[in-house]
């Protein structure tokens, strides 16, 4: 079993900013992909920014320039730095990594934190 401990989120006026972080721990050898959805009330969860085990990191266009994904891996953690913050961000934010114990690779998905911004 693995734990995902998310935390930054937040209110915030537009243009402003906020960095999530999220850190696994428990029972696996490696992680590999890690990465940010989001998910509106009555949206689709969509991909945000996801940052392979090399530091490869890939963007959705809305956030691209804006946003920046990192991880530590010493502390199994991924973060998304969110800059010049719009009401259009506003949203449920989960992070999502894939752990490796043994020979089998396993999804795991946050509960979710709360990033509302305002006007």
């Known amino acids: 079993q693995v734990q995902l401990m998310e935390s930054g989120g937040g209110l915030v006026q537009a243009g402003g900013s906020l960095r999530l972080s999220c850190a696994a721990s428990?029972?696996?050898?490696?992680?590999?992909?890690m990465g940010w959805y989001r998910q509106a009330p009555g949206q689709q969860r969509e991909l945000v920014a996801t940052i392979t085990s090399g530091g490869i990191t890939n963007y959705a266009d809305s956030v691209r320039g804006r946003f920046f994904v990192s991880r530590d891996n010493a502390k199994n953690t991924v973060y998304l730095q969110m800059d010049s913050l719009k009401p259009e961000d506003t949203a449920m934010y989960f992070c999502k990594v894939y752990t490796v114990l043994r020979i089998l690779e396993h999804r795991y998905w946050g509960q979710g934190t709360q990033v509302t911004v305002s006007s």
């Open positions: 428990g029972s696996f050898r490696k992680i590999n992909n």
